[in-house]
């Protein structure tokens, strides 16, 4: 070892302090520093919520039709939009499955975006999600038939669409995928040559991110995706 080598910890104290053991522990402790920070750095930006909050804007139905064999006939069309509040976190949206139900019957499933979309902050993001529609065979009780008809005569039904969404998260340089369950409990009008008699209300969806329990960190990635422009979604069925 040469002697002109200044060990850290040990300056001024006697020679034989600068040895190949001190040295070793003086790197081993800056290690250990840098780690400690990088864990912190990661923990800190963990704890950023991802309060996204889901409205659904526009829904109508153009079609809503029970025949005698319990077939659903169904065209329901939706808006919605995703509102990022934060300052700091930002999301690449990866994936999102709407599951549409009727009386807890599941009567279609999507699966969204082929080019995932980038949310900045603070950014208010419009998701042009696609006709749903098709045909299905629903398990009815007597009760819920009675209460398709009622619906039926108001021209308002009460369907519930889920939003199940992959996201990966983005806080500063830490990335991380985050999973979310929404459900949007909504009253959607039937429309008529594209108009609705009854305007539809702008339905916020429950279930916000930040509480999600299913939401997963799945490792941290440091490779730079490469963003769609905008949402360019397509679907497919499951
Ligand atoms: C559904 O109902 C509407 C209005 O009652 C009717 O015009 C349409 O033909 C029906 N469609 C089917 C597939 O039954
Ligand atoms: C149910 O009835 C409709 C017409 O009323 C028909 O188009 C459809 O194929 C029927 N579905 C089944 C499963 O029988
Ligand atoms: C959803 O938004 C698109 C584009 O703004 C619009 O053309 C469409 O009519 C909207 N859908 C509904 C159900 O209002
Ligand atoms: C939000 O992001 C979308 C897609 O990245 C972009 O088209 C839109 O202009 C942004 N809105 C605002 C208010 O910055
Ligand atoms: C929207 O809200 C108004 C006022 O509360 C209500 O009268 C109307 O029925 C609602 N529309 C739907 C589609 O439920």
């Known amino acids: 070892m040469p002697r002109h080598i200044n060990c850290i910890f040990c300056r001024n104290r006697w020679n034989s302090c600068c040895s190949f053991m001190c040295i070793y522990l003086s790197f081993l402790i800056i290690i250990i520093a840098v780690f400690i920070f ?3 750095v990661a923990i800190w930006s963990f704890t950023f919520p991802s309060d996204v909050t889901f409205h659904v804007t526009e829904a109508s139905l153009k079609q809503f039709n029970l025949t005698a064999n319990n077939t659903l ?8 939009t ?23 019957n ?6 969204l975006i082929v080019t995932p979309f980038h949310q900045a902050h603070k950014n208010t993001t419009s998701l042009m999600l696609p006709v749903i529609q098709g045909q299905q065979v629903l398990k009815l009780k007597t009760k819920e038939v009675t209460e398709y008809n009622e619906e ?22 830490i990335k991380y995928h985050e999973s ?3 459900v949007c409990n909504l009253k959607v009008p039937v429309s008529s040559n594209d108009k609705s008699v009854i305007p539809f209300n ?13 939401a997963a960190a799945s490792g941290f990635s440091t490779f730079s995706p490469t963003f769609g422009s905008g949402t360019g979604f397509s679907a497919s069925r499951p």
């Open 73 to 80: 006939f169904y065209n329901l069309r939706l808006n919605a």
């Open 106 to 111: 599941q009567f279609d499933k999507l699966n």
């Open 152 to 173: 039926t005569s108001a021209g308002v039904y009460n369907i519930d669409v889920d939003l199940d969404i992959r996201v990966r998260k983005k806080v500063g340089l």
């Open 180 to 182: 979310w369950n929404l």
């Open 38 to 40: 990088i864990l912190a």
């Open 202 to 214: 702008k339905t916020e969806c429950k279930g916000p991110p930040n509480e999600d329990t299913s």
């Open 82 to 104: 995703a509102r990022n509040p934060s300052k700091r976190v930002t999301f690449d949206y990866k994936r999102i499955t709407v599951t549409a139900s009727y009386k807890e």
